[in-house]
Structures are given as C-alpha cells and as structure tokens.
C-alpha cells in the first residue's frame, strides 16, 4: 500500500512563531486531508487538498501530487495549536479509504 | 448532538470478554470508517464500509468484526479482547470524494 511520512517528527515553538509541516507519500493519489488532534484526543479536519493550495484564517496547505508531497504552514502559532498533525493519504489503488502518517507532534509556548 | 457519536467514551473490560463498540452519524454519509490508534503512532484502519452491503478489512482486521446495521449505523466488535487491543478508537464518516468527519473516540483498556 500508500507509504507516508511526515516530518518533522516534534517541533517546538515559541508564540507568535512560523512553522512549516511536511508530509511526503509514495504512490498516486485520489485525496490527501490534514487533521489536527488536540491534547484531548479530539481530530479535527483541517483540510481536504488532493491538489492546490487552500488557506483557513492562520493555516494554509499546498499539494504538489506530482512530486508526492505537501505542505502545511502555520503562521503566528498560539498554544491553541499544540497538538499533533496528520496527514492521511488516499492512494489510487486503494480508493475510498485514507492512509495516515505517524504525525507532526507541536508545542507551542507562551 | 455531535455528527458522529461514539459510545461508550471510555471502556475497561477483562481479557477475554467480548465488547461492542458503537459509532452513529447525523451526517447522511454512505461512508463509515472505524480506526486504532496506539499511543505515539497514527491511525490504522480496521474496517471499512461504503454503504450497508459493501463491508471491506483494513488492514489490521484480525481479532474484529464489523457490523452496518443501518446507513448511520457502524459497530466494532472485539470477540475475545486481549491486553494489546488497548487502544483508543475512532469512527469516521465521509461523503465519495471529501474528506473524513471523526466521532470523539473510545478509549479501551484490556486488563
């Protein structure tokens, strides 16, 4: 099946900082989403992004499926951000089901 | 209410016990998804279901079964838990081609 893997692994911040997410895949794809799971365990789609670039207020992501990866890019971070991001994959050959990375976990401090 | 419910939020059960775990949905999505997750790791799929008759394994299906009793409906059986299905699991639903909408999650422990 669809390899993917995200780096960094752990990332620290202080607020106000900017950070960029990478999450690289092996295989074609149909759909690729962005989650973030908050300290309570609660995921949270934060993007659906097969291809293209889409923003939401301090979050942005962008999907160059040619190259098998994307991006997500977090501008200004708060402490509401700590957490863990995971990308989840959708390869061609197994449509209609997602396969998650390992995730990105974030710290963000005061 | 939430899109998608899960129950029971939190479960201890002994070795050998078989328990259900129960996912409904508001949303009208013909897709429903259960998912482990162990601590530090992401997500595995257990089972799959694109509508009530069309049920498929993931790919850690060994030890599980699956129930879609209904479009809205999504229940994961453990026949004979052990201690390394100690997990914290989530449902999902999602439309043909958007992306997924995740219940609370149930977190299990298997003494």
């Known amino acids: 099946g669809i390899q993917v893997e995200q780096s960094p692994p752990d990332l620290i911040l202080q607020e106000g900082a900017n950070s960029t997410l990478r999450c690289n895949f092996s295989d074609s794809v149909n759909n690729l989403q962005w989650f973030h799971q908050n300290p309570w365990g609660q995921l949270i789609n934060l993007f659906y992004?097969?291809?293209g670039t889409k923003q939401n207020g301090r979050l942005s992501a962008t999907t160059v499926a040619t190259e098998r990866y994307s991006l997500l890019y977090i501008s200004s971070s708060q402490t509401t951000d700590s957490g863990v991001y995971f990308c989840a994959v959708e390869g061609r050959t197994n449509a209609g089901k997602s396969t998650f990375g390992d995730g990105t976990t974030l710290t963000v401090k005061p | 209410d939430a899109d998608v419910t899960q129950t029971p939020r939190n479960r201890i059960t002994k070795t050998g016990k078989r328990i259900m775990l129960e996912c409904s949905q508001t949303?009208?999505?013909?897709?429903m998804y259960w998912y482990r997750q162990d601590p530090g790791l992401g997500l595995r799929l257990i089972y799959y279901s694109f509508d009530v008759k069309d049920i498929n394994k993931g790919e850690i299906s060994d030890g599980y079964s699956v129930s879609r009793q209904a479009q809205a409906k999504f229940s994961l059986s453990l026949e004979s838990a052990i201690p390394n299905q100690t997990a914290l699991y989530f449902c999902?639903?999602?439309?043909?081609?958007?992306?997924?909408?995740f219940g609370s999650g149930t977190r299990l422990t298997v003494v």
């Open positions: 949303k009208g999505h013909d897709r």
């Open positions: 999902a639903t999602s439309p043909r081609g958007y992306g997924y909408t």
């Open positions: 992004i097969p291809s």
